[in-house]
């Protein structure tokens, strides 16, 4: 009989790993010689099912004493699975054990091998849950999940660079759809992806990410096969009883993966971009990722993963341009500018603030730059210089917090400045569930006594109506209004009109990206005073921008000249 100890050491081998059958042997080679074991196995019998037509049997020796076992075994116990599967614990005696098995021993190898039983259990449910977890419930195929698995596999054995990445989207998907209905639909995508399975080969991957999205691995030799399948294939679909045809067209983005590929998740990424490209902007039914594409690809990894450690280093620095009254020459404002101060180099914004609006985690970054601001303009007060109002920038996608304008409240408040010393820009949204929420925001801010701009204004989605609606302090005219190489008669109608109207609204222009002295002149000669752009200044780091704050005139004469 065993005691205690025994049985503790039996367990904590046998829960020291939850995945391998191994583990169940080291387990009874704890209890064997005290019970005078000298042999297990494990039968497991799985009825035939319609994946596993020819019902599925294995046989593992978990446990043996080399040598010493032979004949029938003595001890048998069997269990019912919830899959319906029967498995078989055969225990043989040691040969060369000196008595027979007591009652009490029987006992315990019956409550072995229930313990047994449960711990291999776990680890075909485990072994379940992770195939489940990583196969798409409709076509059988692995999912996204599974793609990687299986690419880390190749790319582990060396020989993912004899492949081509494939990510391919169905034209029209939604139209089948609608004309079979969508239990035919997912008929009609579940022969497909049989269709494409009896074209892969045993090496080669295909895979379902969902929905009509699809993904491969082919070898590079039968890659123009490959795509001459996606570019049409008929299927049949049924409507009411009536089998009809159906030619399923993809789009796809190919990647043809070579040794220098650093990660396996890079060729979902590629192929995702090259697909994105070809469906959206060219209209193909398939491009080739290029240089181009995977060196984007690596740099937003780069970026979003070091983003957040970005944040808590201080790599972020605010840069300022002034704002200029030109009927005075006059320094009235300023626009505070992030810069990515990454490893010696100056990153610009235009290279990942797209990126992290996607991502979404702009909004961190723009309240820590509201932040840095507030405590430059308290700095500034205390040193006894007089600050201007700087502008701070606010990505469309921090509009759709609700509580984006007490969170800006709060951080103006708790730097003890006056709220006049911060003007919040923002640019008009596309959607009218945005333009909702902008509206709400811009009235919050205007409740709360702070002032808000309408940036790039002209340059696109902005109209009219920003004017009428929106209760904003000041627009600013978007730069490519005015950096046409000749502004015609007709822009400067419409600028003029603009600034006319914004001024019996009672809202302020400024004007962005001003460069040449004409540009100036035309500006000042329709009513548009206050200037931003490089013709006064570029932005500028806190200590440059310092000098402008302390002597706040500019000298018209050298403007004239340096033109
Ligand atoms: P923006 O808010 O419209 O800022 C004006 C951009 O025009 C700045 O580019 C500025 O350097 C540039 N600019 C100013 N004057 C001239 C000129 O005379 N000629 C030319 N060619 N360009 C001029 P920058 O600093 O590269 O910023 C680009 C954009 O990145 C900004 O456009 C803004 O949308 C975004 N951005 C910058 N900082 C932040 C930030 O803290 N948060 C958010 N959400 N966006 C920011
Ligand atoms: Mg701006
Ligand atoms: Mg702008």
Redo the contacts with the bound molecule.
């Keep these: 009989m065993l005691c205690c100890d025994e049985f503790s050491r039996f367990l904590q081998v046998l829960e020291s790993s939850e995945n391998t059958f191994e583990i169940s042997g080291l387990a009874i080679e704890q209890i064997a010689g005290k019970l005078g074991i000298g042999k297990v196995s494990s039968n497991f019998c799985l009825a035939p099912t319609s994946t596993t037509p020819h019902g599925q049997r294995e046989d593992i020796v978990l446990f043996s004493k080399v040598g010493v076992v032979t004949g029938e075994p003595c001890y048998e116990k069997s269990y019912r699975t919830a899959e319906g599967a029967l498995v078989v614990y055969s225990v043989w005696q040691d040969g060369s054990a000196s008595r027979l098995w007591t009652e009490e021993d029987l006992k315990d190898i019956d409550t072995v091998l229930d313990l047994v039983y449960l711990h291999n259990g776990r680890f075909r449910l485990i072994g379940k849950m992770k195939e489940i977890v990583m196969t798409n419930y409709l076509t059988g195929l692995p999912n996204s999940g599974g793609f990687i698995t299986r690419l880390r596999k190749h790319f582990e054995e060396g020989n993912l660079a004899d492949y081509a990445g494939f990510c391919f989207n169905l034209k029209g998907f939604g139209l089948t759809n609608r004309r079979f209905g969508k239990r035919e639909g997912d008929n009609i995508l579940k022969r497909y992806a049989k269709f494409l399975d009896g074209f892969v080969e045993e090496d080669e991957i295909l895979s379902h990410f969902g929905g009509d999205n699809f993904a491969a691995l082919i070898q590079k030799g039968r890659v123009q096969e490959f795509l001459n399948i996606l570019s049409g294939t008929v299927i049949y679909g049924t409507i009411e009883g009536r089998r009809v045809p159906v030619r399923v067209e993809a789009v796809a983005g190919v990647m043809m993966i070579e040794d220098s590929l650093q990660s396996p998740g890079q060729v979902v990424d590629c192929c995702q971009l090259a697909l994105q490209l070809a469906k959206n902007h060219m209209n193909k039914p398939y491009l080739f990722a290029t240089d181009e594409m995977r060196a984007k690809i690596l740099w937003e990894k780069q970026i979003s993963s070091h983003f957040r450690d970005a944040l808590q280093n201080n790599e972020?620095v605010?840069?300022y341009?002034p704002k200029v009254d030109t009927k005075t020459y006059t320094l009235i404002g300023a626009?505070?500018?992030?810069?990515w101060y990454w490893d010696g180099k100056i990153v610009?914004?235009?290279d990942f603030?797209p990126l992290v609006?996607r991502e979404g985690t702009?909004t961190e970054?723009?309240l820590y730059?509201l932040e840095q601001t507030c405590t430059d303009i308290k700095d500034w007060l205390r040193r006894g210089f007089e600050p201007v109002t700087v502008s701070?920038?606010?990505?469309r996608?921090?509009i759709s917090d609700p509580l984006l304008a007490q969170k800006i409240v709060n951080i103006i408040d708790r730097s003890g400045i006056d709220r006049k010393y911060i003007q919040i820009?923002v640019?008009e949204t596309t959607s009218e569930e945005e333009t909702a929420k902008l509206i709400q925001f811009l009235n919050l801010m205007h409740n709360m006594n702070i002032e808000t701009a309408i940036?790039?204004f002209g340059s696109g989605y902005s109209s009219l109506n920003t004017l009428r609606n929106f209760m904003v302090n000041v627009i600013?005219i978007?730069?490519s209004f005015i950096?046409n190489d000749c502004i015609t008669q007709k822009d400067e109608i419409v600028l003029h009109n603009i600034v006319d109207m914004a001024k019996e609204l009672d809202i302020k222009v400024v004007t962005?990206?001003?460069?040449h002295l004409n540009q100036l002149q035309l500006l000042q000669k329709i009513g548009c005073y206050t200037i931003?752009?490089?013709?006064f200044d570029?932005?500028m780091p806190r200590f440059e921008f310092e000098e402008r704050l302390e002597k706040k005139k500019y000298d018209r004469k050298l403007l004239n000249e340096a033109n």
């Design positions: 972020f605010i840069y341009q626009e505070a500018l992030v810069r610009s914004p235009a603030i609006e702009v970054l723009d730059v701070v920038n606010f990505s996608r921090d820009e640019t940036d790039d600013k978007d730069r950096s962005e990206g001003v460069e931003q752009g490089f013709l570029r932005p």
